[in-house]
């Protein structure tokens, strides 16, 4: 049973009880539920929690910085993800995929910079 991962939906069932959904490593979903504590709208989609206890633990991809919220129930529940869930889901894979393609062209800039122009090998 998962005890957190990558949040990828946020349901905001009332001012005092938020439902996080989240996919872990292993590709398996869960749900846990929270009070959000004023941190509702800062929380946003790929974001990583993990909970111990009655706190779940919450780092902000924006900040690095990590908050405890207290849980108030839901873990390790498959809660309905909705029909929001495919497109919260796959937007959050498009940016990841496109973050990841930055990262290669700037890695093959980073090697262009390194070479002296016109000295390419013969065959």
């Known amino acids: 049973m998962a005890v957190g991962g990558k949040v990828i939906q946020i349901y905001l069932e009332s001012k005092e009880r938020l439902w996080l959904n ?12 929270v009070h959000p504590d004023g941190h509702e709208n800062r929380i946003n989609l790929g974001d990583k929690v993990w909970w111990q206890g009655g706190i779940v633990y ?50 093959q800039l980073a090697d262009l910079r390194g070479r002296p122009l016109g000295n390419s090998p013969t065959i």
């Open 22 to 33: 989240t996919l872990d490593h292993g590709g398996e979903t869960t749900s846990v539920l």
């Open 58 to 107: 919450w780092t902000s991809n924006a900040t690095s910085k990590t908050i405890g919220m207290k849980k108030i129930g839901g873990s390790g529940v498959h809660h309905p993800l909705g029909p929001e869930y495919e497109i919260t889901y796959n937007r959050s894979k498009i940016v990841e995929q496109k973050k990841a393609k930055i990262r290669d062209l700037e890695r």
